[in-house]
Structure formats: C-alpha cells, structure tokens
C-alpha cells in the first residue's frame, strides 16, 4: 500500500501494490505545473488507485489538447488526474509511504531548466522513451532576455524580480515535496522590493500550513502553478524556479532539510547538504 496526501490533507489516495516507471520528467509544462525542475511520475492501474478522501475537491486544467492536470484548489498540491487508458499517472513528491520503485530515466531532458544539471546516471530520453507512441506537444517559448520573469501555466500570472538575488536552494522538508508534488522544491530567494507580480495577481490563491510558522503556498487558481511568496517580515521573495520563463543567471548552491528527503530520491551532485535549516 502507497498513501499519499496533498498539502492541505483535503485529498488523499492510495495505490494497492507496485507502481511502475517512475520517471522525471522536464517538460516546460510539468516545470510551471510543479513550480521545479522537474516532475516525478509513476503508473498504477486505475482499479488500483483508491481516492479515501477529497476527489471532488480537485481542480483541473488542461495544459494541452485532451490532457488535463489535477491539484487542489484549497492549497494547490499536485493530485492525480483523471486515468489514460487504464493507467493512473501517480505523482511521487506527495507519497507518505516508499513505494519501492525508483526512477528509471528522465524524459523531455531537451527541455531541462538552463539552471538544473542532471548529475545522475540514468538514461535520458529527448522526448518520450521508446516505445510509447503519443504526439510530443511543442515546449513553451523561453525568455530569452536577461533578468528574472516569470508565469504560470496558464499565463494569467506574472512576474518579475530586479536587483540581486540573494540565494538559490533545494528543499527536501516533506511540506515542499507536498506543495511542488515533486522530489524538492528548488527556490530562489530575491529582495521583495524588486519583486512584483505584472499580471493576475487577483488569481493567486495563498494557502499556509496551520501549523508552520510562515510556510505558505501560493498558487494560480486557475492552472495550479505555484507563484512567489512575498514575504514582509523577512524582506524577502521566496520564487519557485520552475515557474521561471528563462534563465535566472543563478544555480541552487545547496540541499537543505536532506533528513526529511524522499526514500526514492536520490542527491547525485556534489552540492552541500544539511539535514534541516542550514546554521
């Protein structure tokens, strides 16, 4: 059995028995739907995926023709969607339990994040691995300027942030695995006086877990994507780099809260690690 949750608790499921090719995938719409580097998915059959709370309470999207992406509409953790032929797509970040498999490769690595290096040693497929017969959509057009901008995936949200940004990390704490539904969230930190949204800032939903101090989600409430956190008592901007529409000019320097990292992940680089919030 593989419980999994979103953020909020609203929606949960299990998976009776093994689930099967786990893969990363780094399509431009899965980086803006996660808000990271990439998305992680494993397969299950239908009949064996059980909603246990919440299926109704899921919003949907369309990121293209006849497909659909799921997350919660009350904190914006990635769900899963309706099943494709036969077959539920089953997204790991929110797993409470280790479902034994491990990722088997990388697909749409043509489309990587400029900012993320690969560093382990699986097989990387350009587009879909062989064998799986599904039209490839062309991948969303990338800011090719310099400075740091942002959207959503819908493109009712964006934004921009000037000056300096002051620090880029991973996380691993179980919250963001939650709230990005992937194996971390990679954010970058940038001064909140330069960071404002553009567009849409009407169609942010905010959602903090009750009992954190200050750890909140910020969301588009019409595709899920996660957006900036502006965040006044710190004078910062907390921005997931997945929703980054081109190249920042700084990589994450390190992993933190690595103690609560997910059993199926592995950290393959070379980055500092700390096992909770760095001293």
Same mark, same amino acid.
């Given at each position: 059995? !593989?419980?999994?949750?979103?953020?909020?608790?609203?929606?949960?499921?299990?998976?009776? /028995?093994?689930?099967?090719?786990?893969?990363?995938?780094?399509?431009?719409?899965?980086?803006?739907?996660?808000?990271?580097?990439?998305?992680?998915?494993?397969?299950?059959?239908?009949?064996?995926?059980?909603?246990?709370?919440?299926?109704?309470?899921?919003?949907?999207?369309?990121?293209?023709?006849?497909?659909?992406?799921?997350?919660?509409?009350?904190?914006?953790?990635?769900?899963?969607?309706?099943?494709?032929?036969?077959?539920?797509?089953?997204?790991?970040?929110?797993?409470d339990d280790d479902p034994g498999a491990r990722p088997a490769f990388h697909i749409f690595a043509a489309s990587k994040a400029p900012w993320l290096e690969i560093a382990d040693g699986l097989p990387r497929f350009d587009a879909y691995p062989p064998g799986v017969e599904a039209p490839v959509q062309p991948?969303?057009?990338?800011?090719?300027?310099?400075?740091?901008?942002?959207?959503?995936?819908? /493109?009712? !949200?964006?934004?921009?942030?000037?000056?300096?940004?002051?620090?880029?990390?991973?996380?691993?704490?179980?919250?963001?695995?939650?709230?990005?539904?992937?194996?971390?969230?990679?954010?970058?930190?940038?001064?909140?006086?330069?960071?404002?949204?553009?567009?849409?800032?009407?169609?942010? !939903?905010?959602?903090?877990?009750?009992?954190?101090? $200050?750890?909140?989600?910020?969301?588009? $409430?019409?595709? +899920?994507?996660?957006?900036?956190?502006?965040?006044?008592? $710190?004078?910062?901007?907390?921005?997931?780099?997945?929703?980054?529409?081109?190249?920042? +000019? !700084?990589?994450?320097?390190?992993?933190?809260?690595?103690?609560?990292?997910?059993?199926?992940?592995?950290?393959?680089?070379?980055?500092?690690?700390?096992?909770?919030y760095p001293a």
């Open positions: 059995m !593989v419980r999994s949750s979103c953020l909020c608790g609203a929606v949960a499921w299990e998976v009776e /028995g093994p689930v099967s090719q786990m893969s990363h995938c780094h399509c431009g719409r899965c980086r803006k739907f996660h808000g990271a580097g990439f998305g992680t998915y494993a397969m299950a059959p239908a009949e064996r995926v059980r909603f246990g709370r919440g299926r109704d309470a899921a919003a949907r999207y369309e990121s293209s023709p006849g497909f659909s992406r799921a997350f919660c509409g009350r904190c914006g953790g990635v769900v899963p969607g309706d099943p494709f032929e036969g077959q539920t797509f089953l997204p790991c970040g929110p797993m991948d969303l057009p990338r800011d090719q300027e310099p400075g740091i901008r942002g959207s959503c995936l819908c /493109g009712a !949200v964006a934004y921009e942030s000037a000056g300096a940004p002051l620090r880029a990390w991973n996380c691993h704490c179980s919250r963001c695995r939650k709230g990005r539904g992937a194996a971390h969230a990679s954010n970058l930190f940038g001064p909140l006086g330069g960071t404002r949204f553009t567009r849409g800032e009407d169609r942010l !939903v905010a959602y903090k877990v009750p009992a954190a101090l $200050r750890f909140t989600q910020v969301f588009c $409430r019409t595709c +899920g994507s996660p957006m900036p956190r502006l965040d006044p008592d $710190r004078d910062i901007a907390v921005i997931p780099m997945g929703s980054l529409d081109g190249d920042p +000019g !700084v990589r994450p320097s390190r992993h933190i809260f690595t103690a609560s990292k997910a059993p199926w992940f592995e950290i393959a680089d070379g980055l500092p690690q700390d096992a909770e």
